[in-house]
T-cell receptor, first 115, second 117 residues
Framework: NAGVMQNPRHLVRRRGQEARLRCSPM?????VYWYRQLPEEGLKFMVY????????ESGMPKERFSAEFPKEGPSILRIQQVVRGDSAAYFC?????????????FGPGTRLLVL | DQQVKQNSPSLSVQEGRISILNCDYT??????FLWYKKYPAEGPTFLIS?????DKNEDGRFTVFLNKSAKHLSLHIVPSQPGDSAVYFC????????????????FGKGTKLSVIP
């Protein structure tokens, strides 16, 4: 059973470009969470999605950031017009429905560098 | 506002000795606490958890202690092994509350543990 997969693992963008980060949850998992880790910080919750639904986006910046989890395919975290402050590691986690919080399994992360 | 604090950025311990990692929290709504281990270029991996109704939980070489009155928890690793060298994150959630509290994890900044052979 493959774990949570994220790609790309590393992404370099210039200011003003768009970044698309993908997350494929573990088999059988229908819930996806995105966390962001800024340099020298802990992981911070961004958004919680179920298939075709955003359940909680309270941790998402109000502008430029969006997330989706379509019926088919991976979850996408999209950052438009990136700025240097968006440089961070972005982790996706997945869990089965109605599960305990420790069953959020994390992917290896995407390291975004904005030049 | 940091609700989960790990005040030691790093810790070095000799192989075979005890490693003690500390964590403090400020939000009284937190009632479930977790420790994660993270290797470079990997995601965090769940290690051990404790509910606020307990003061101790043990799993092999890992024991977590919770002092609710002090809002403090600690992770003990005995004996420490070189493979334990990693960054350890303390995290908290509010399980007794429906909605966001039950699934949102609030993390500390992490403590980098180095176990010296």
């Amino acid at each position: 059973n493959a774990g949570v997969m994220q790609n790309p693992r590393h992404l370099v963008r210039r200011r003003g470009q768009e970044a698309r980060l993908r997350c494929s949850p573990m088999k059988g998992h229908s819930h996806v969470y995105w966390y962001r880790q800024l340099p020298e910080e802990g992981l911070k919750f961004m958004v919680y999605l179920q298939k075709e639904n955003i359940i909680d986006e309270s941790g998402m910046p109000k502008e430029r950031f969006s997330a989706e989890f379509p019926k088919e395919g991976p979850s996408i975290l999209r950052i438009q017009q990136v700025v240097r402050g968006d440089s961070a590691a972005y982790f996706c986690a997945s869990s089965p429905p109605n599960s305990r919080v420790e069953t959020q399994y994390f992917g290896p992360g995407t390291r975004l560098l904005v030049l | 506002d940091q609700q989960v604090k790990q005040n030691s950025p790093s810790l070095s311990v000799q192989e075979g000795r005890i490693s003690i990692l500390n964590c403090d929290y400020t939000n009284s709504m937190f009632d479930y606490f977790l420790w994660y281990k993270k290797y470079p270029a990997e995601g965090p991996t769940f290690l051990i958890s404790i509910s606020s109704i307990k003061d101790k939980n043990e799993d092999g070489r890992f024991t977590v202690f919770l002092n609710k009155s002090a809002k403090h928890l600690s992770l003990h690793i005995v004996p420490s092994q070189p493979g334990d060298s990693a960054v350890y994150f303390c995290a908290a959630s509010a399980q007794a509350y429906s909605g966001a509290g039950s699934y949102q994890l609030t993390f500390g900044k992490g403590t980098k543990l180095s176990v010296i052979p």
